[in-house]
C-alpha cells in the first residue's frame, strides 16, 4: 500500500524533474560531510537538473564548476521544529496561522504557508534548506498537524503536505497528567476502530463521532476523524512533546500498544530512561543547548545529554530555542559536541535523519539520485560564527539576499544618503 | 538640639547617606597563582600569546612573559589554551525570574503600575535559583540583574558576584552602583493599554516619563533648598520626608543611579536620548537596541552603550528589523568610539556570551569591518563592566584589579571552547578538571535523593 504522504512525495519529485537546469554544475574538490557515513572526503558533485548525478573522488566533468577548495560541503540542513512561514511576528496574532480553536486533531497549517515569508531567506542563507514547520498544540493531547516544506520560496509550494502529527503531556497544563494520557488513550481507541468505510461520507463520519463518548466529548469533527485514521493505519510519525521521565516511559507503552511512529520533543530527561527509549527505538527531537530547569518535568536538564544518548544509539534530531532563528540548531550541535557528540552524529541529527525519520524522500545526504540540497560553507557549520557560501535547493545556486543582508548594506553603505534614499 | 530634631537631622543624613541593604560580600578562600604560557585576550583590546598572568592577594599583579614566582605559587599550565577576563553580563533576570519558572517565584515585574522607581530587584531575587552555576560553567562571574520591562520605569538592578549565597547582600558586588531600568515601546503600551490604562500609546510612554521626571526635579530640589540651609536653619526646619520612588529617579538626576533602558526602535532610542537631555541625566545604556545600528553614531556622541543580542528578532514588531552585524556598526561608530555590549536577557544565553559575541564579529566582519578577537573580547567583559560601573574592579586583566579570570580550553571564539577554570577574586570558583562546582539547595537530592540534579 502506498501510503498517502509517500503519494504526496510522489507528486512533489513530478513536479521538481518539470525544473532542469541546462547546465551541470560540477562542485569541485570539496570536504564531503555527506549526512551518513562518518569520515570526510575531498570529492567532486555533479548536480545535473534537480539531482546530484555523481558524486566522486575521481575527476568529473561539468558545465559549469566551482572551486570548493578547503571548503566543506554538506547536505541542506533540515530544521525539524519550526513557524517558518506561518508565524511572520509572534507577538502579533494577525501575523500568526499556527492555531485554531475550532479543529483538535485535524487542524493542518499547510494552505497557511507564505512562501514570500522573511524567515524564508534568513534561515535558507543560514543553511536551512527544508522544515517541518508544526502547528500550536491544540486542546487535544494529540492533534494539529504539520508539514514539510522546501524553502526554494516558489509561490506554488515544495513540500509534503500533513506528514506528522503533534501532541504534548505535562509542562503548563493545570489537569492532571494522567487525565492527559486517559485522553490520549481513548483517542487512540476510539481511532483504531474506525474502518475506512466509516469515512466514505461526512454522514458517516458524522454519526461515528455521535457514537464515540471521547469524540462527542472532545466536538471532533470528520476532519478529526481522518487524521486520527491516519495515525494508526498510515503510521503517520507523531511528535509528542514531553519531558519528564516517567512522562517518556508511559509515553512508550502507549507506542507499543498502538504500534505508533512515535517521537519524542523535549526529552530533558531522557537521560534517566535512555535505555528504554533505545530498546524501544524512539527517535527524539531535543535542543541540546538548553540545559536550564525551566519546569518541574525538566529538572534532569543537562547540557551533556546529547552526547549521552548518541552513545546510547538513539537517534537524535534538534530544535532551536528561539523562534526565527531557527538555523541555530548549528550553534545547538556545536555546543553537544563541545560536550561530548560525536561531530558526524550532530551533523547526521540535522541532516539525514530528519529524513529517515519523517521519510522526506531524496534529501538529507550527499548521494547520487539524491535531490540537490546542498551547502558551501565558508567555514565549519557547526561553528555559530560560519555562514554558507553556496546555497543549493534543488539543483538551483540560490540568491543568498535576506531582508537583514538588505538592511545591513543601508546602514554600511552609500551612507552620505539619507536612509530612504539608499538601496 | 532637641531630640525631635536631631532624629529628623539623622533621618536625613540617612537620606544622602543611606546605604542600607550594603554589601557584605566575601570571595571564598585564594591561593597566590601563576597561570603559565597562555593566550591572553585582556578584555582591554589586547591579545597575548604564550604569556603568564600573575595573581596574589586577589588582585591581578603582573601579566607578562616568563614572570618568575616562589614556590608558594600555584603554577597553572595554560600552554595551547586560552585566558579572559571574568565574562560579565548587563541583561540578567537570573534570580528574579529563576528556574523553574513558575508563578511563585516571578518576581520580575512588579506590573501594577507603569511607574515603579521605587521597587529594587534585590528584593526579589530567589538565591537557590540553580541558573548561577550554569553561567558559571559558562565563565560568568558578576552580572546584573534587573526588573523585566513592563514599567516605564520598573525599578532598580543590582550587580552581583556570581557566587551562590544564602543572602542578598551577600551576593552584591561591592561598591557597585545601583542602576534604574527603563522601558520603550511595546511592552508598557500593551501591559497598562490592555488595561485601558496610560501609558496605550508611544506618546503615552513619553508623557509617563517626561512626568515621572519632573517631579523628580520637584523633589532634588526640596532636597537641595534643604542641604543649602545652614546648620542651624536645618535644626528649624524639617527635613523633606522621603519618598522611595523620588529616592531612585532623584539618584539618577544626581548621577548615582545608571539608567538602563530597554528600547529598540531607533527613534524612540533618540527620543529618549531627548528626554535625558531635557531632565539633564545620563542613560548608559539601551538594552536590547534590535536597531541600535541606525543610530550608531547617535550612541556614541552621547557616549551611551548598546547592550545587544547577536541576532534576536523577530517575536515582537520592534524587534524586526535585525542585522547581525548590529553589534559590529555600534561598536565601529565614529571611528571605534562606540560601545557595544553582547548581553543575554535569558538563563541558556549568558552561558555562551563568547559564542554570541563570535556571530556578531563575523557579522561585522563580514560587513567590511576590520575587528579583532581581542576587541570584540570587550563587548562581554570590559564594557559590561563599565555599564554596571565596576570597571574600576572588573572586566579586564588590568594590574590592580580583581582577579576575575577564566581558563578556556580553546579560543573562545570556537563553539568547541570550554570553561575549565574560573576564579572569583582569585579563588576558583569552578574547576571543570576536578569536578570542583557550586549546586543550589534547590539541586540538592531532587530527582533522587542520594544524588544533585547534575551530577557530572
Redesign the interface.
Known amino acids: 500500500m502506498i501510503s498517502q504522504s509517500k503519494k504526496v512525495l510522489f507528486l512533489v519529485f513530478i513536479f521538481f524533474n518539470g525544473i532542469i537546469n541546462s547546465e551541470s554544475i560540477l562542485i569541485q574538490n570539496a570536504t564531503i560531510y555527506d549526512g551518513k557515513n562518518n569520515n570526510a572526503f575531498v570529492g567532486n558533485v555533479l548536480v545535473d537538473g534537480n539531482k546530484i548525478s555523481r558524486v566522486s573522488t575521481a575527476n568529473l566533468r561539468g558545465d559549469k564548476i566551482i572551486d570548493a577548495t578547503g571548503k566543506i560541503l554538506t547536505p541542506g540542513i533540515i530544521s525539524t521544529d519550526t513557524g517558518i512561514g506561518i508565524v511572520?511576528?509572534?507577538?502579533?496574532s494577525v501575523t500568526r496561522d499556527d492555531s485554531s480553536d475550532l479543529y483538535k486533531i485535524g487542524f493542518s497549517i499547510y494552505d497557511a504557508f507564505n512562501p514570500n515569508s522573511v524567515?524564508i531567506p534568513w534561515n535558507r542563507s543560514n543553511g536551512i534548506t527544508s522544515t517541518l514547520t508544526l502547528p500550536q498544540n491544540t486542546d487535544s493531547p494529540i492533534g494539529g498537524l504539520g508539514s514539510f516544506f522546501v524553502l526554494d520560496s516558489n509561490l506554488e509550494i515544495t513540500g509534503i503536505k500533513d506528514n506528522v502529527m503533534i501532541g504534548r503531556v505535562g509542562g503548563s497544563g493545570g489537569e492532571s497528567r494522567s487525565e492527559t494520557f486517559s485522553i490520549m488513550e481513548d483517542l487512540l481507541e476510539f481511532a483504531s476502530s474506525i474502518d475506512s468505510k466509516d469515512m466514505e461520507s461526512y454522514q458517516d463520519a458524522a454519526d461515528l463521532i455521535d457514537d464515540s463518548p471521547i469524540a462527542e466529548t472532545m466536538e471532533l469533527h470528520p476532519r478529526d476523524l481522518k487524521a486520527l485514521y491516519r495515525l494508526i493505519n498510515d503510521d503517520l510519525p507523531l511528535i509528542i512533546k514531553a519531558n519528564r521521565a516517567s512522562d517518556l516511559l508511559k509515553l512508550i507503552k502507549i507506542k507499543e500498544k498502538y504500534d505508533l511512529n512515535l517521537i519524542i520533543m523535549g526529552a530533558q530527561e531522557a537521560g534517566?530512561v535512555a535505555n528504554k527509549i533505545a530498546e524501544s527505538d524512539v527517535p527524539l527531537i531535543i535542543n541540546p543547548?538548553?540545559?536550564?530547569?525551566?519546569?518541574?518535568d525538566?529538572?534532569?536538564a543537562?547540557?551533556?545529554l546529547a552526547g549521552d544518548l548518541e552513545r546510547m544509539g538513539i537517534t537524535l534530531m534538534f530544535n532551536a530555542?528561539?523562534?526565527?532563528?531557527y538555523h541555530?540548531i548549528r550553534?545547538g550541535a556545536?555546543?553537544a559536541?563541545?560536550?561530548g557528540m560525536s561531530y558526524e552524529g550532530a551533523l547526521k541529527a540535522i541532516t539525514l535523519s530528519p529524513v529517515e525519520i519523517f521519510n522526506l524522500g531524496d534529501r538529507g545526504q550527499i548521494a547520487q539520485g539524491n535531490i540537490a540540497d546542498l551547502i558551501i560553507w565558508d567555514a565549519d557549520p557547526?561553528?555559530?560564527?560560519?555562514?554558507p557560501e553556496k546555497v543549493f535547493i534543488n539543483g538551483k545556486d540560490i540568491d543568498l539576499t535576506s531582508r537583514?543582508s538588505r538592511?545591513?548594506d543601508r546602514?554600511?553603505k552609500n551612507k552620505d544618503k539619507p536612509?530612504g534614499y539608499r538601496n | 538640639m532637641t531630640k525631635l530634631i536631631k532624629y529628623s537631622f539623622l533621618i536625613f543624613a540617612c537620606f544622602i547617606e543611606a546605604k542600607p541593604f550594603e554589601s557584605t560580600y566575601e570571595p571564598l578562600p585564594s591561593e597566590n597563582i601563576l597561570i603559565r604560557n597562555a593566550n591572553i585576550y585582556d578584555g582591554e583590546g589586547n591579545e597575548f600569546n604564550e604569556t603568564d598572568l600573575l595573581i596574589q592577594d586577589r588582585k591581578i599583579v603582573a601579566i607578562g612573559k616568563d614572570l618568575p614566582v616562589g614556590s608558594e605559587f600555584l603554577i597553572i599550565d595554560a600552554s595551547n589554551k586560552w585566558v579572559t577576563p571574568g565574562i560579565i553580563d548587563i541583561h540578567s533576570h537570573m534570580g528574579v525570574y529563576p528556574a523553574p519558572g513558575v508563578s511563585t517565584s516571578s518576581d520580575g515585574n512588579e506590573a501594577t503600575s507603569p511607574v515603579t522607581a521605587d521597587v529594587w530587584a534585590e528584593h526579589s531575587i530567589w538565591v537557590q535559583d540553580p541558573q548561577y552555576a550554569l553561567a558559571l560553567k559558562g565563565g560568568i562571574t558578576a552580572f546584573h540583574i534587573l526588573p523585566g520591562s513592563a514599567n516605564l520605569i520598573g525599578g532598580r538592578g543590582v550587580t552581583v558576584k556570581n557566587l551562590q549565597r544564602n543572602t542578598i547582600n551577600s551576593m552584591k558586588f561591592p561598591d557597585a552602583p545601583h542602576s534604574l531600568k527603563m522601558a520603550c515601546g511595546e511592552n508598557p503600551k500593551r501591559v497598562y493599554g490592555n488595561r485601558q490604562q496610560a501609558p496605550s500609546t508611544r506618546m503615552g510612554n513619553a508623557a509617563g516619563y517626561r512626568k515621572s521626571w519632573i517631579q523628580a526635579e520637584a523633589y532634588l530640589s526640596r532636597l537641595d533648598e534643604y542641604e543649602a540651609k545652614s546648620e542651624e536653619a536645618k535644626e528649624i526646619g524639617y527635613a523633606p520626608q522621603r519618598d522611595l520612588e523620588m529616592d531612585t529617579l532623584a539618584g539618577v538626576l544626581r548621577g548615582e543611579i545608571l539608567v538602563h533602558n530597554h528600547c529598540y526602535r531607533a527613534e524612540e532610542m533618540a527620543t529618549m536620548i531627548n528626554i535625558a537631555n531635557e531632565f539633564n541625566y545620563k542613560i548608559t545604556a539601551f538594552h536590547h537596541g534590535v536597531e541600535a545600528y541606525k543610530i550608531a553614531d547617535l550612541l556614541a556622541e552621547n557616549n551611551i552603550c548598546g547592550a545587544l543580542w547577536a541576532d534576536w528578532w523577530g517575536f515582537k514588531h520592534e524587534a524586526y528589523d535585525m542585522v547581525q552585524a548590529n553589534i559590529a556598526i555600534v561598536d565601529q561608530a565614529l571611528g571605534g568610539k562606540g560601545c557595544a555590549i553582547v548581553h543575554s536577557d535569558d538563563a541558556i544565553g549568558i552561558q555562551h556570551l563568547n559564542q554570541e559575541a563570535s556571530k556578531a564579529l563575523a557579522a561585522g566582519l563580514r560587513a567590511g569591518f576590520d575587528i579583532s578577537k581581542a576587541r570584540a573580547m570587550n563587548w562581554i567583559t570590559s564594557n559590561p563592566a563599565k555599564a554596571a560601573g565596576i570597571y574600576d574592579q572588573t572586566g579586564s586583566l588590568k594590574v590592580g584589579k580583581n582577579a576575575d579570570v577564566v581558563i578556556w580550553s580553546k579560543n573562545p571564539f570556537s563553539v568547541y571552547a570550554l570553561v575549565e577554570r574560573v576564579f572569583i577574586d582569585g579563588a576558583t570558583a569552578y574547576d571543570r578538571k576536578n569536578n570542583f562546582q557550586p549546586a543550589s539547595d534547590f539541586d540538592v537530592g531532587i530527582i533522587s535523593p542520594e544524588k544533585n540534579r547534575i551530577e557530572e
Not at chain 1, 511572520?88 to 502579533?92: H, Q
Not at chain 1, 530555542?321 to 532563528?325: E, L, Q, V
Not at chain 1, 557547526?382 to 555562514?387: A, G, I, T
Open positions: 511572520e511576528i509572534g507577538a502579533l524567515l534517566l543547548i538548553n540545559n536550564i530547569p525551566e519546569s518541574f525538566e529538572l534532569a543537562n547540557i551533556e530555542p528561539r523562534s526565527h532563528n541555530l550553534q556545536g555546543v559536541v563541545a560536550n557547526l561553528e555559530p560564527s560560519s555562514m537583514m538592511l545591513t546602514y554600511t536612509n
